[in-house]
């Protein structure tokens, strides 16, 4: 059974930081590009970053570049979002999605076979 758990995150003031993470299981991960997506209210859902399967090559949204930065750990299965200098514009709900396109990393939903659930993240003061 393929799951993708996120965790991490919250209410956080402008400025602040979070770590969002994603726990894999029910497939053979090391073989997968990995990428987070987040869908705000009312908005299409958009690619935030994304990481090869082995982790040599990554990929950013333009509007996160300097701020975010994606990483995996193919030992633990998990890949994680390190959100740095969060504007209230980063609010929405992020998602890990799983392509076994292993150097995948682009914008299309549907090149991605596995999605978790999401976890919130809002950012106010």
């Known amino acids: 059974q393929v799951q993708l758990v996120e965790s991490g995150g919250g209410l956080v003031q402008p400025g602040g930081s979070l770590r969002l993470s994603c726990a894999a299981s029910g497939f053979t991960f090391n073989i997968y590009a990995m990428s987070w997506y987040r869908q705000a209210p009312g908005k299409e859902r958009e690619l935030v970053a994304g990481?090869?399967?082995?982790?040599?090559?990554?990929n950013y949204a333009d509007s996160v570049k300097g701020r975010f930065t994606i990483s995996r750990d193919n030992a633990k299965n998990t890949v994680h979002l390190q959100m740095n200098s969060l504007e209230p514009g980063d609010t929405a709900d992020y998602y890990c999605?799983?392509?076994?396109?292993?150097?995948?990393?682009?914008?299309?939903?549907?090149?991605?076979?596995?999605w978790g659930q999401g976890t919130q993240v809002t950012v106010s003061s």
């Open positions: 990481i090869t399967h082995s982790g040599d090559s990554t």
């Open positions: 999605a799983a392509s076994r396109l292993r150097y995948y990393t682009g914008p299309t939903p549907s090149m991605y076979q596995y």
